[in-house]
Each structure stands twice: as C-alpha cells, then as structure tokens.
C-alpha cells in the first residue's frame, strides 16, 4: 500500500535489498534485517571508531522507493557522497531500523538524512532521535540536517512541523538568501540567488528559540536555518543531482499531476545545482574539526 510522505512520496510497503551499483562509492555495506520484519537497511560498520580521529556521524532515516534507491542508492548513500568523506571517516547509523548512534562526544559532525516519514507522526524511533539531537546540541555537536533532517531539528529544539500551507514543493526551485546570511562563513561568497532541489510537502511552520533563517523560497519562508552557532538546516536537498529529482518525478508523475502539479514544466526545469550541492561540504570544513 502506498502513501504520500515527505521528502520521497507513495513509498511502497515491500522493501527488498537493491543489487550492487557500479555508480555507488565503494562502502562496505551490507544488507541486513532491521527489527522491523521484511525491511532492509544498509549498515556501514564502525570502521572509523578504530583510528584515531571521531567519524562524522550520518543519522539515516529513510530512503527512497525501492526502484530509485537501485538506481541512485539510498538517502544515506547519497548525503555521504555529498560530504566528499572517504568510508573510514563515516559512521551511518540507520535510525529508521532501529539502530542508535553513540553519545554525541563520540562525533565530530552529525548529518541527517532525508526520509519518508512524516516529523508530525512521532513514530518512536523518530522521537528517540530528537531526544538525542537535543542531547547532541546541548554538548556543541556541529549538525546540519537535510529535508526530514531540517524538520526534525527544529521539532526537537523547539519549533512546530506541520504541512506546508503553500502546497507541495519538488523540482529545482530557487533559493534566495536572507540579510541573516550575512557574514555566517557557511554561505560566505555565495550568490544572494542559488537553485536547490525540492522535494516536501511538510515544513518548519515555526522556528526553535533563537534560530536565524539564512534562506527562503517562493514556497517557504524557512528553507535554511541556523540554530546557535553550528547547527544547521536546509529544506532543499543538497545531495540531490538532477538525474535523480527526474527519475522522481516521472515515477510518481502520475500522482502530482492529480495534484494539479505542472510536472512537465517541473521536469522541464530540473537542472544541476552546483552551489546547494557543495553546502554538505562546506558545512564540515568550516565546522566539523577533526
């Protein structure tokens, strides 16, 4: 059975574990069965807990459906090729199954990840997590969360999630910077108008005690956030390449069109986006110190 959820949409119920990808980067990654009975997730082991510097964290809480995850790879795998890390600096931990990260001071970075859940169901592993980013923001932890990642943020800090009142928002759309964004080292030198890939019919409908909006769209007035020093957020999808966003949207065209979407003029109009795809990037020069 199928429904509409955030970030990917209608995911299909049966999951089976996808064949090897020759366009996947070389992670030791193995399919096991989480505590949910018929459900896969990746796990990457711990390999960077044996050197000597902390990995960066990625808190995996969803992927795509299944015909999009063989092609492209799941939402982890996508975030970790966005961050430019080698496997041995990488700790994934698939919070949707049922796995739970160390203590915050194990990390130098946490990163998480997009999903189809919804932030407004408080499904138990999802609250979990946010009691644990409230733990990881308390000790200082530099974070930056992505689409479900942006919204779970704010939810565990503080803010209200809900439906975006202006409707659905896919596609590459623009970004436009806010006088926030000013002097933050995140987003020095970046053009005052950028494009980003979309793809979310929830939002942050209110921010946590002394966030910041660094960016809005058209669509939504929260489409990057800051919270204290070093966490951030962004309602756009950085790890996203158009090949993927077009995939999306022809397999579930159909459905959005029901939805009086313009789907050929947003597939039209999906292109790359190079200065979103480098904020992942960016984020761990400037913030995740070794």
């Not at 998480?112 to 408080?122: C, E, K, N, R, Y």
Request: aromatic content about 8%; overall charge negative.
């Amino acid at each position: 059975m199928s429904r509409s959820a955030d970030c990917t949409y209608f995911h299909d119920a049966a999951v089976t574990p996808p064949p090897p990808l020759d366009n996947r980067l070389d992670y030791d990654v193995r399919w096991l069965p989480s505590p949910a009975a018929g459900i896969f997730h990746a796990h990457t082991p711990m390999t960077a807990a044996i050197s000597s510097a902390r990995p960066v964290l990625i808190l995996h809480t969803g992927d795509p459906d299944d015909t999009l995850k063989s092609q492209f790879g799941g939402y982890a795998e996508q975030l970790a090729r966005a961050s430019g890390l080698t496997p041995d600096a990488l700790e994934v931990v698939a919070v949707h199954a049922g796995e739970r990260p160390r203590a915050p001071d194990q990390y130098r970075a946490a990163l998480i990840t997009g999903s189809p859940a919804m932030v407004t169901d408080l499904e138990p592993w999802s609250e979990d997590t946010a009691a644990w980013l409230r733990e990881a923001a308390a000790a200082g932890l530099p974070m930056f969360g992505i689409c479900y990642g942006h919204q779970l943020l704010a939810h565990a800090l503080g803010g209200k999630v809900g439906y975006n009142p202006a409707g659905r928002e896919v596609g590459t759309q623009t970004v436009e910077l806010l006088p926030a964004a000013a002097g933050d080292k995140l987003l020095a030198g970046l053009p005052p108008t950028f494009p980003a890939q979309m793809l979310h019919a929830q939002t942050v409908l209110q921010l946590p005690p002394g966030a910041a909006v660094l960016a809005r769209s058209d669509l939504d007035p929260h489409q990057m956030i800051r919270i204290g020093r070093n966490i951030f957020s962004t309602q756009f999808h950085p790890e996203f390449g158009p090949d993927f966003v077009r995939a999306h949207l022809e397999r579930f065209g159909r459905r959005y069109a029901a939805e009086n979407l313009d789907v050929p003029g947003l597939s039209a109009n999906v292109r790359a986006t190079p200065v979103s795809g480098e904020l992942v990037r960016r984020f761990l020069d400037a913030y995740a110190l070794a």
